[in-house]
């Protein structure tokens, strides 16, 4: 059996292909441009340290390991630069620092930050 396509099905069809293809290359595009440099990663690190070492959540030995242990980064890309983040340093076991906040990564602005128990 046999399925002979409609001049309608076929235009949909060309539709349908050139849309997937244009959603594909807008994605490809904006993909390069939502991720960050080596550069910038080290300048959200280094702003992540400052704070931490600027808030008296934390002692002094917690505050110098995050200055040599590289934190986990958790991150959503809004509009490069501004994006939703989330930095976590285990302290112990059962603690870790918590720097969460959206807008500016780089900056880390409407950051807070925290010590808390860890989630399990």
Request: net charge negative; aromatic share 12%.
């Amino acid at each position: 059996m046999t399925y002979a396509y409609g001049f309608h099905d076929m235009q949909r069809i060309k539709t349908t292909i050139l849309t997937i293809f244009i959603l594909f290359a807008c994605g490809c595009s904006t993909l390069s441009s939502s991720r960050l440099t080596e550069d910038e990663w080290q300048t959200v690190i280094e702003s992540a340290r400052t704070k931490v070492t600027e808030s008296n959540l934390f002692t002094d030995a917690e505050k110098k390991m995050t200055q040599t242990v590289i934190p986990t980064i958790h991150h959503y890309i809004i509009s490069k630069p501004y994006a939703q983040y989330r930095i976590f340093w285990d302290l112990n076991e059962n603690e870790e620092v918590f720097i969460r906040g959206e807008g500016n990564i780089l900056t880390l602005e409407g950051f807070e930050i925290s010590r808390r128990q860890k989630e399990r």
